[in-house]
């Protein structure tokens, strides 16, 4: 059985926060049949404290976390808490290693063709370029996603929205609604990124 985007959620939020809930207080919310399907698989193990019966990880979850080179993750509010505490540890580890978050999006990040020019360059290098040129150079403003995504046709779109997050999280870039409806229209719409629980449009490096 492979865990659902939602089930993955669940998990990854009860190893990273250490959690050990209820089985009523599991966050995102299972249904009956969600949560048994993990006790069945032998991902999630129940035990009993006092009248409680509590949500623990089992060794077959921490090896199917370890080894996951893909973990889908269902779109939730419930994910922040998550992705903080995942953003924390992550740095420290990086840190330990005389290496910063950033790091991951710059020299360690997957190759990425830019339309700007034949050489191979990082996802974030690329990002960076693209941003740069529709800004005339500037640092600082917006640009639209959509803008950002045409300029980058050749970059699949799962990494290059792992990529503009994870510059989001580092604290070198900014992405956020356009607050006027009337100013969005379907490209908008199809380019946005979640976040926070809300599309967002826009984006900027921060100078």
């Known amino acids: 059985m492979i865990p659902t985007p939602k089930q993955n959620l669940v998990l990854l939020r009860l190893a990273v926060l250490g959690e050990i809930p209820n089985k009523s207080a599991i966050r995102p919310a299972l249904t009956v049949s969600e949560r048994q399907d993990l006790t069945d698989a032998g991902y ?6 006092g009248r409680a019966e509590k949500a623990h990880l089992t060794e077959k979850a921490w090896g199917y976390l370890r080894n996951a080179t893909e973990l889908p ?8 808490p998550v992705l903080t505490a995942f953003h924390a540890r992550v740095s420290q580890f990086l840190a330990n290693e005389d ?6 999006f ?7 063709h830019s339309e700007k020019g034949e050489r191979q360059v990082s996802i974030a290098t690329a990002v960076r370029d ?3 040129d529709l800004t005339g150079g500037r640092l600082g403003e917006e640009v639209r996603l959509r803008q950002l995504r045409e300029e980058l046709p050749n970059t ?17 870039a900014q992405i956020r609604q356009i607050d006027d409806s009337l100013a ?10 979640e976040f926070g629980g809300s599309a967002r449009h826009l984006f900027q490096l921060i100078p």
Not at 73 to 80: H, W
Request: hydrophobic share 45%; glycine share 4%; charged share 30%.
């Open 106 to 112: 710059t020299s360690w990040a997957a190759p990425a």
């Open 44 to 49: 999630l193990e129940l035990k009993r404290e």
């Open 184 to 193: 969005i229209d379907d490209r908008d719409r199809a380019a946005s990124l």
């Open 73 to 80: 993750l269902s779109k939730s509010q419930e994910a922040s």
């Open 156 to 172: 699949d779109r799962a990494s290059l929205d792992y990529c503009l997050l994870g510059m989001v999280m580092a604290g070198i």
């Open 130 to 132: 693209s941003y740069l």
């Open 99 to 104: 290496r910063s978050f950033v790091d991951l």
